[in-house]
């Protein structure tokens, strides 16, 4: 069984930081990789931040250079931190890990709100 549990969401205004943790638990298997996505109202849900075991990773063009993804491989966590927020981030984030090289396995997600 496995299961993603996101934490660190908020309210935060305009410029200010938040930090997004996912943690997986799982009895057997290996991580592969993780990835944060991101759904606002309306809006389909879009990739944000993407990273590898070996911690490769790729970001959407509009969080480069605000927003960092990493991983703890020995705590089964991947984190997201984000500085220079704008209200444009406000959404639903989830964390998503492949599990076993063949399934994605995806959190509850955990709110972001930024105000103006």
């Known amino acids: 069984q496995v299961q993603l549990v996101e934490s660190g969401g908020g309210l935060v205004q305009a410029g200010g930081s938040l930090r997004l943790s996912c943690v997986v638990s799982?009895?057997?298997?290996?991580?592969?990789?993780m990835a944060w996505h991101r759904q606002a109202p309306g809006k389909q849900r879009e990739l944000v931040a993407a990273?590898?075991?070996?911690?490769?990773?790729n970001y959407v063009d509009s969080v480069k250079g605000r927003f960092t993804i990493s991983r703890d491989n020995a705590k089964n966590t991947v984190y997201l931190q984000m500085n220079s927020l704008k209200p444009e981030d406000t959404a639903v984030y989830y964390c998503?890990?492949?599990?076993?090289?063949?399934?994605?396995?995806w959190g509850q997600g955990t709110q972001v709100t930024v105000s103006s």
């Open positions: 998503k890990a492949v599990i076993n090289g063949i399934r994605d396995y």
């Open positions: 799982l009895k057997f298997g290996s991580i592969g990789p």
């Open positions: 990273i590898t075991r070996g911690s490769i990773t």
